[in-house]
């Protein structure tokens, strides 16, 4: 089975700490994923890797950095937490190719109080 | 953008009925679609895929994809209050995945 594990279930964070959201998958998938999911506004994609040290912004990138130094981790940075960044974060890998599927970790429910 | 449409619900249907949840999709270069159920608190979770059209069947589950209409769905059979959920409609194109914002069915016992 796919296993992509994220450091933490439930975070709580103050306004304007440095905030770390660790994501390791075990299939030596190239890409990689984060997403963060609020009611009403579905999945909505940050940022993403095709590859080690390689990154790409998603759709909503402002606030957040990512770090992948090694194929199967990949980091989401919030810089500076802000109560607008309280929200479901989800870390995701999927193989190369058109017909490869995406693998969800279990989640991180993020609370910036 | 790429968009991807599906009705937010709440769908209910009765236990054992037939629950029909549907998708559009803006990109007809779309070359894989997903569908994802979530619970309440939870991860989505992988329980269809479809790549060409036509119907694919996996359990209770049919997965229905019509490339020309843009259009693709899925079918319950004999639903159950388990099946109870957020369901999430995905497309990929190129690398990336693209989310409708969910269906929410309610299966009443």
């Known amino acids: 089975d796919v296993k992509v594990t994220q450091s933490s279930r439930y975070l709580v964070k103050r306004t304007g700490e440095k905030v770390f959201l660790e994501c390791v998958q075990d299939?030596?998938?190239?890409?990689m994923f984060w997403y963060r999911q609020d009611p009403g506004l579905g999945l909505r994609l940050i940022y993403f890797?095709?590859?080690?040290?390689?990154?790409e912004k998603g759709d909503i990138p402002e606030g957040y950095s990512v770090s992948r130094e090694k194929k199967e981790r990949f980091s989401l940075i919030l810089e500076s937490a802000s109560t607008n960044q309280t929200s479901m974060y989800l870390c995701a890998s999927s193989f190369e190719g058109r017909n490869e599927k995406l693998f969800f970790g279990s989640g991180t429910q993020l609370s910036v109080l | 953008q790429k968009e991807v449409e599906q009705n937010s619900g709440p769908l209910s249907v009765p236990e054992g009925a037939i629950a029909s949840l549907n998708c559009t999709y803006s990109?007809?270069?779309?070359?894989?679609f997903f569908w994802y159920r979530q619970y309440s608190g939870k991860s989505p979770e992988l329980i269809m895929f479809?790549?060409?059209?036509g119907d694919k069947e996996d359990g209770r589950f049919t997965a229905q994809l019509n490339k020309a209409s843009q259009y693709v769905s899925l079918l319950i059979r004999d639903s159950q209050p388990s099946d109870s959920a957020t369901y999430l409609c995905a497309v990929k194109g190129g690398n990336q995945f693209y989310f409708g914002t969910g269906t929410s069915l309610t299966v009443i016992p």
């Open positions: 299939m030596d998938h190239e890409n």
């Open positions: 990109d007809r270069g779309s070359q894989s």
């Open positions: 479809i790549y060409s059209n």
């Open positions: 890797s095709y590859d080690v040290k390689m990154k």
